[in-house]
């Protein structure tokens, strides 16, 4: 059993900032790579940032420059520092965990960019 849980999403006015915070429990094979997904309302689940336990990012166009995703293995969790906070990110963030092309997914935390 593998379990995700997330935690730091909350309201911020844009040009903020916020941190979200995954931790995975469970049966992990150390090879493995996590990530943020969103979902904005209508609309699709979109990648955000991912990173593989080697340490190899890959991020979303729309979030370069301004999310930084990083990950502590020996805790088996991974971060996601969001800066320069539009409204357009605002949706519910997924943390994503893949053991060998087997996808595992938290709850998801609310982000709400606004005034």
């Known amino acids: 059993q593998v379990q995700l849980v997330e935690s730091g999403g909350g309201l911020v006015q844009p040009g903020g900032s916020l941190r979200l915070s995954c931790a995975a429990s469970g049966s992990i094979f150390r090879v493995n790579v996590m990530g943020w997904y969103r979902q904005a309302p209508g609309a699709q689940r979109e990648l955000v940032a991912v990173?593989?336990?080697?340490?190899?990012?890959n991020y979303a166009d729309s979030v370069k420059g301004r999310f930084t995703i990083s990950r502590d293995n020996g805790k088996n969790t991974v971060y996601l520092q969001m800066n320069s906070l539009k409204p357009e990110d605002t949706a519910v963030y997924y943390c994503?965990?893949?053991?060998?092309?087997?996808?595992?997914w938290g709850q998801g935390t609310q982000v709400t960019v606004s005034s």
């Open positions: 994503n965990l893949r053991i060998l092309r087997i996808d595992y």
């Open positions: 990173i593989t336990s080697g340490g190899i990012t």
